[in-house]
């Protein structure tokens, strides 16, 4: 009897598996995901093995894909990112031929990931192999996040390069939020050279607020303050000159309230100078602690001073 009940149950066993490879199409049973989010995590039939890290080679452009990437890929928008790993993302970004697709996975890698050193390499690959500006705007972002000593000069390569202001106000964001030595003398450079007058007075906007203590510094925004052609520019130069406690600063103010362009430029600039001579003789303070961020000059109904 019991060898009877023995060889059922084998039988029972073996039409079930027989079955399992009809309903797929193949001699291998498929595992099966678990649920109706289809979650990576939990999957019947067998366990599931990460995959190794990707290599540069796994990366480079037409790489071959895991299929769960590419079903994800395949979604629209944003849809499914949510469900990668930071490899994939990498991978999305690398391989993916939809550059909205693209900029999505960008803010899911760094959002929930950070910039680690493979997330950089890529991010510079982008900045070297596209056009898209909401592409570029998003790899320069990633870039400001970064502690790579890189991010700098690249920030700097696309302000210097691109034809479209937009992307070099990122650029200028960018090496704000880097504040490391190289990052500031590329925005005295955007201050004085670019052509574009918002993105001057973005630049004297950041460096006010990031190199109040820099010497090199307050001359630049000093000779901006004199000598720029716009209004809109000479203001933001004179409030970042407000930021600052050095010597320099005060005196780059006593030379525009002396003989800056407009009458306007002159009052706020001697206004400037008195509250910060006026601080330091009664309490010593250091005008960096005043100081909050203005705003952006070409919004909010700004107008520069006349």
Do not use: C
Not at 46 to 54: E, H, I, M, N, T
Not at 81 to 95: I, R
Not at 120 to 139: F, H, M, Q, R
Not at 203 to 219: E, I, K, M, Q
């Amino acid at each position: 009897m019991r060898k009877l009940l023995a060889f059922m149950g084998l039988g029972i066993a073996t039409l079930l598996v027989l079955s399992r490879v009809r309903e797929n199409g193949s001699g291998a049973a498929s595992p099966e995901w678990s649920g109706e989010e289809r979650s990576r995590d939990t999957i019947r039939g067998s366990d599931r093995v990460k995959p190794a890290a990707p290599t540069r080679e796994d990366l480079a452009p037409g790489a071959p894909v895991p299929a769960a990437v590419q079903e994800v890929a395949a979604l629209p928008g944003a849809a499914g990112l949510e469900s990668l790993g930071q490899d994939e993302l990498l991978l999305v970004l690398a391989n993916e031929t939809d550059d909205n697709r693209r900029v999505w996975a960008l803010f899911h890698l760094v959002n929930r990931f950070g910039v680690a050193p493979q997330t950089t390499g890529v991010l510079y690959g982008i900045l070297g192999s596209t056009d898209d500006p909401a592409l570029l705007s998003a790899a320069l972002w990633g870039l400001a996040q970064s502690e790579e000593e890189g991010a700098g000069p690249a920030a700097a390569a696309v302000a210097s390069a691109s034809l479209v202001p937009e992307l070099r106000l990122e650029a200028v964001r960018t090496l704000a939020a880097l504040g490391t030595d190289s990052a500031a003398r590329a925005l005295e450079e955007i201050l004085v050279a670019d052509p574009a007058e918002q993105v001057r007075a973005q630049a004297a906007v950041h460096l006010g607020l990031t190199r109040p203590g820099d010497p090199v510094t307050a001359a630049a925004l000093g000779q901006a303050a004199l000598e720029d052609p716009e209004p809109i520019v000479r203001s933001a130069a004179i409030d970042a000159l407000s930021a600052s406690s050095l010597p320099e600063a005060l005196a780059a103010l006593d030379a525009i309230s002396s003989r800056g362009g407009l009458e306007g430029e002159r009052v706020r600039a001697a206004e400037h100078a008195e509250t910060a001579r006026y601080l330091a003789a009664t309490a010593g303070a250091d005008r960096t602690t005043t100081f909050s961020e203005p705003p952006d000059p070409l919004v909010a109904g700004a107008q520069p001073v006349r």
